[in-house]
């Protein structure tokens, strides 16, 4: 590599804002972690509050801790705080379930404001378990719902007045790039359609406006960029002028108006509470907060910002030492979000190779390479690693070897 690669990092990583959040977390000797895009590092509080919450919450205080610590209010209080980094308000965002139930119910819900539509629009190329839960409801709608599944580039010529939903995700999960939130939010809004949004690979890393972008409904996960923990609850998004009249299917007790009345009927609670449904898990709830406040911290500007940088490095370097080798990062047109997508024949074994040298990265069926890019604990040396790393896999194809080639069920 051109000695000024290295030296750049360098350079990058001793005048880093954000280089003291790196502390924060506890990330494992020996390895280059980038695959914070799939699941974030543990912040170091998570341990500690975790243990708190269950050998003495659980185990002490037992069923008191619904009110002595306030188990009950979590997905509010903590929806709260994923308000202050989505641009929403207080009482829009709970936290609760998976992204894709949140989907279903945000969905259903935005349908529900839009009688007589028939047509949902979604990227045919999008995330699929989001196209599946579309699927579901579908399936279900006792209103001749229909799915209309497009092309990026064909979705703004597809809103018209029978589109009821259009469902986008933020953030292409292989490629990174970015979809226009508040054009194609406006767009639906001028023909009478609703915005559902996934934000799951951007939420965390940069400066989300919800609001600005007049967002209806929107979704996002816990456990990627804000470090929530393996299958940490998801949140959901809805702004405050659809509260009183928007229905959601999943109705149960945590989203009743008065759940220990347990009276006959069911009664929809005012606010973003009827978004709930039942019981939360409770120690990933809690385990997820120091995550959040971690993001709450950082300047969101400056997360973005290095992140935009952390992605220029590493194209610089690998344009350099790798593209001559048979990789093909994936760019062009629009804003790309935080990670870097590269195609190679051999990606399944090339990025098992990567892992035996110590960096970590995920694999994207058929030839997709990608490297998620966490600026509150990944440091631009980090890039220059990885990319050493790769050149030399590359250039003695060590990626051959019959070991690379084993097969695991999550990639
Ligand atoms: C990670 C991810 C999800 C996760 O969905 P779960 O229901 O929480 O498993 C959903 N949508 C997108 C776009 C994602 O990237």
């Not at 579901?136 to 092309?151: M, T, Y």
Request: proline letters at 5%; glycine letters at 6%.
């Amino acid at each position: 590599m051109h000695h000024d690669l290295p030296a750049k990092a360098a350079r990058l990583d001793q005048r880093d804002p954000l280089l003291s959040f790196r502390e924060r977390f506890v990330l494992p000797e020996g390895k280059t972690y980038l695959n914070g895009n799939s699941l974030g590092a543990m912040p170091r509080q998570a341990a500690r509050i975790a243990r708190k919450c269950v050998e003495h919450e659980w185990a002490q205080k037992l069923i008191d801790s619904w009110n002595t610590a306030d188990w009950l209010h979590l997905p509010q209080r903590l929806g709260n705080k994923l308000a202050q980094l989505a641009g929403a308000q207080s009482g829009e965002i709970v936290v609760t379930d998976t992204t894709g139930i949140n989907l279903h119910k945000a969905l259903a819900a935005a349908l529900s404001l839009r009688p007589g539509r028939t047509t949902i629009l979604m990227e045919r190329d999008n995330f699929p378990h989001n196209n599946y839960i579309a699927e579901g409801i579908v399936a279900q709608s006792s209103q001749q719902h229909r799915l209309l599944f497009l092309e990026r580039h064909e979705l703004e010529h597809h809103i018209n007045e029978d589109t009821a939903v259009i469902c986008l995700t933020h953030v292409h999960y292989k490629t990174g790039r970015l979809l226009d939130m508040e054009r194609l939010t406006a767009l639906a809004h001028q023909k009478g359609a609703l915005a559902v949004w996934d934000v799951c690979h951007s939420v965390g890393v940069m400066p989300l406006e919800l609001n600005r972008c007049r967002v209806d409904f929107a979704v996002g996960c816990t456990y990627k960029f804000l470090n929530g923990g393996p299958g940490s609850p998801a949140f959901v998004f809805a702004a405050h002028r659809h509260h009183a009249q928007m229905r959601q299917p999943l109705t149960g007790w945590w989203s009743h108006s008065s759940p220990f009345a347990f009276t006959a009927h069911y009664e929809a609670a005012p606010g973003i509470g009827q978004m709930l449904t039942g019981t939360q898990p409770v120690i990933s709830m809690v385990t997820l907060e120091p995550g959040l406040d971690i993001a709450l911290e950082a300047d969101k500007e400056r997360v973005w910002q290095k992140s935009q940088q952390l992605r220029t490095l590493f194209l610089e370097a690998l344009n350099e030492t790798c593209v001559p080798l048979g990789v093909t990062p994936v760019t062009g047109e629009g804003l790309f979000a935080s990670q870097l997508a590269l195609h190679h024949k051999h990606a399944w074994p090339v990025c098992n190779a990567l892992a035996g040298q110590g960096i970590i990265a995920d694999f994207r069926a058929p030839d997709i390479l990608r490297f998620g890019l966490s600026p509150l604990y990944n440091r631009y040396a980090d890039i220059i690693k990885a990319t050493t790393a790769l050149r030399a896999i590359l250039a003695t194809e060590c990626w051959q070897e019959k070991r690379y080639w084993e097969k695991r069920p999550v990639t």
